[in-house]
């Protein structure tokens, strides 16, 4: 639209009034209405041909009519109202709320002869903000009545933000607790090292986890499981940090009360396992002595393994420490004519006790007759997972290789050593065993069944454990 020069500001005025989204009304001192955009008709309803020429009051609920006599007062001392939420009546006869602002127009001679109103539905800021505060009330409610104690640090891991527990159980302030205070309610003893291991976190973007005790209002210090996540942008940069502390103070000392009996059963089983031995000696005396020999070897492993076991919290073992315990005797020969080979595997407390017995048998005939016999014989033993396919898991592959021994020839008769390691570890593992006399060398192979006799890592199967 092109203006001629001597109207232009006049017609710019009215185009940006009547292309405006805000309602922009004028009215007399006495609050008549003369002039009405067609903003004002979308947000209130009435026409101009409606409104023009009547009070202003029209629009103004009744419990509101102060509001319309103070803007008025206002105007008459050449006063500008200043922008505020209140709420008029649209035609239909409910209630728009709305922000408005309010100037007094003023003659040539700068006289105020009306003023002008300019308003805002504000039906989408209104509920905008009812959607923040209802997410805040959930995240407040959420955050408040979670079990954890929780909190919240910028990108460089400064704490700007606690939950109510935090508070409820240090009671401490934001103040007190702000940046880096919550040092304050760690234990001397250990929160050196637990700001050195979540400051690498804040520089690396790890994940964090740590175990220590915190100090509640009452002074006493309770263990806390506590993990720290970064929450990152689409970019994947670090907008803040989220972390909890969970109070795990009556499972730590139900794990530290389990140990103390286990501990205190395996000294038990290992006395009995004893006195099992003497017996056996007093009951041979005089009789066979490569009987109680072998006996007594035996025992000897078995009591191996039940320690180990313990160590581990008597939920399964690694292979490769259950060989390192069953041949501790060869230490000397580890890694030079023993070779093991395989990666982390861990199995369960009672096919750890048949395979230590197992390596134990294995070891011993080799020390006697195989190939740790001479000086120059090797035993090379490997383990691995196979994938079986099947729901129930991978299958255990694990052999004993002998070579460069004595010529090997398959024994006359099947002893108890050959019942450990063909029938006890085929009913630990199931699948198959296989006893191979090889000219050149004994060769003996487990591969177990679907899952049969295997466990997770222990160490992370309870974490507890290691507090």
Same mark, same amino acid.
């Given at each position: 639209?092109?203006?001629?020069?001597?109207?232009?500001?006049?017609?710019?005025?009215?185009?940006?009034?009547?292309?405006?989204?805000?309602?922009?009304?004028?009215?007399?001192?006495?609050?008549?209405?003369?002039?009405?955009?067609?903003?004002?008709?979308?947000?209130?309803?009435?026409?101009?041909?409606?409104?023009?020429?009547?009070?202003?009051?029209?629009?103004?609920?009744?419990?509101?009519?102060?509001?319309?006599?103070?803007?008025?007062?206002?105007? &008459?001392?050449?006063?500008?109202?200043? &922008?505020?939420?209140?709420?008029?009546?649209?035609?239909?006869?409910?209630?728009?709320?709305?922000?408005?602002?309010? %100037?007094?127009?003023?003659?040539?001679?700068?006289?105020?002869?009306?003023?002008?109103?300019?308003?805002?539905?504000?039906?989408?800021?209104?509920?905008?903000?009812?959607?923040?505060?209802?997410?805040?009330?959930?995240?407040?409610?959420?955050?408040?009545?979670?079990?954890?104690?929780?909190?919240?640090?910028?990108?460089?891991?400064?704490?700007?933000?606690?939950?109510?527990?935090?508070?409820?159980?240090?009671?401490?302030?934001?103040?007190?607790?702000?940046?880096?205070?919550?040092?304050?309610?760690?234990?001397?003893?250990?929160?050196?090292?637990?700001?050195?291991?979540?400051?690498?976190?804040?520089?690396?973007?790890?994940?964090?986890?740590?175990?220590?005790?915190?100090?509640?209002?009452?002074?006493?210090?309770?263990?806390?499981?506590?993990?720290? &996540?970064?929450?990152?942008?689409?970019?994947?940069?670090?907008?803040?940090?989220?972390?909890?502390?969970?109070?795990?103070?009556?499972?730590?000392?139900?794990?530290?009360?389990?140990?103390?009996?286990?501990?205190?059963?395996?000294?038990?089983?290992?006395?009995?396992?004893?006195?099992?031995?003497?017996?056996?000696?007093?009951?041979?005396?005089?009789?066979?002595?490569?009987?109680?020999?072998?006996?007594?070897?035996?025992?000897?492993?078995?009591?191996?393994?039940?320690?180990?076991?313990?160590?581990? +919290?008597?939920? +399964?073992?690694?292979?490769?420490?259950?060989?390192?315990?069953?041949?501790?005797?060869?230490?000397?020969?580890?890694?030079?004519?023993?070779?093991?080979?395989?990666?982390?595997?861990?199995?369960?407390?009672?096919?750890?006790?048949?395979?230590?017995?197992?390596?134990?048998?294995?070891?011993?005939?080799?020390?006697?007759?195989?190939?740790?016999?001479?000086?120059?014989?090797?035993?090379?033993?490997?383990?691995?997972?196979?994938? %079986?396919?099947?729901?129930?898991?991978?299958?255990?592959?694990?052999?004993?290789?002998?070579?460069? +021994?004595?010529?090997?020839?398959?024994?006359?008769?099947?002893?108890?050593?050959?019942?450990?390691?063909?029938?006890?570890?085929? %009913?630990?593992?199931?699948?198959?065993?296989?006893?191979?006399?090889?000219?050149?060398?004994?060769?003996?192979?487990?591969?177990?069944?679907?899952?049969?006799?295997?466990?997770?890592?222990?160490?992370?199967?309870?974490?507890?454990?290691?507090?």
């Amino acid at each position: 639209m092109v203006f001629s020069r001597a109207g232009a500001p006049d017609a710019w005025l009215k185009a940006i009034i009547q292309s405006s989204n805000d309602a922009i009304i004028s009215k007399t001192l006495d609050g008549i209405i003369t002039s009405w955009n067609p903003a004002a008709q979308r947000i209130f309803g009435y026409t101009e041909e409606e409104m023009v020429g009547t009070s202003i009051r029209k629009l103004v609920p009744e419990r509101l009519q102060h509001e319309e006599d103070e803007i008025l007062a206002a105007i &008459h001392r050449n006063e500008q109202v200043p &922008h505020f939420e209140t709420f008029r009546l649209h035609k239909s006869g409910r209630e728009v709320p709305i922000t408005v602002t309010i %100037s007094p127009i003023r003659d040539d001679t700068g006289a105020v002869i009306g003023a002008s109103k300019i308003a805002r539905d504000s039906t989408p800021d209104i509920e905008a903000r009812r959607r923040i505060l209802e997410s805040e009330t959930r995240f407040q409610t959420l955050a408040d009545n979670i079990s954890q104690l929780a909190w919240m640090a910028d990108e460089t891991g400064w704490i700007f933000w606690y939950n109510k527990r935090w508070f409820d159980y240090t009671g401490t302030t934001l103040e007190d607790m702000e940046g880096w205070g919550w040092k304050k309610v760690h234990h001397p003893d250990f929160v050196d090292d637990v700001a050195e291991r979540i400051q690498h976190s804040w520089d690396t973007g790890e994940d964090w986890e740590d175990t220590f005790p915190l100090r509640g209002k009452d002074g006493e210090f309770r263990w806390f499981l506590s993990r720290a &996540h970064p929450i990152r942008d689409k970019n994947g940069r670090i907008l803040r940090w989220f972390g909890t502390n969970t109070d795990i103070t009556e499972e730590k000392e139900r794990q530290e009360q389990i140990k103390f009996l286990m501990h205190e059963v395996n000294h038990r089983s290992k006395n009995m396992l004893a006195l099992v031995q003497g017996i056996a000696r007093q009951t041979s005396k005089g009789g066979n002595e490569a009987f109680l020999k072998a006996f007594s070897s035996r025992i000897r492993s078995l009591s191996a393994s039940q320690g180990l076991l313990l160590e581990e +919290g008597w939920k +399964g073992a690694s292979i490769r420490s259950l060989i390192r315990s069953q041949l501790g005797h060869l230490e000397d020969l580890m890694d030079e004519r023993i070779h093991i080979d395989g990666k982390s595997v861990n199995i369960d407390a009672a096919s750890a006790q048949t395979l230590g017995m197992v390596l134990h048998e294995l070891s011993t005939n080799a020390g006697k007759y195989g190939a740790l016999s001479n000086d120059s014989g090797e035993v090379h033993i490997k383990w691995e997972l196979v994938p %079986s396919g099947s729901e129930k898991g991978d299958q255990l592959s694990l052999s004993w290789t002998e070579s460069g +021994g004595p010529p090997v020839t398959p024994p006359d008769h099947k002893g108890f050593g050959t019942v450990v390691i063909e029938r006890m570890c085929r %009913s630990a593992f199931g699948g198959d065993v296989i006893l191979d006399y090889r000219p050149e060398g004994l060769h003996w192979s487990l591969l177990g069944a679907p899952g049969k006799g295997l466990a997770p890592d222990p160490s992370e199967a309870d974490n507890l454990l290691q507090l």
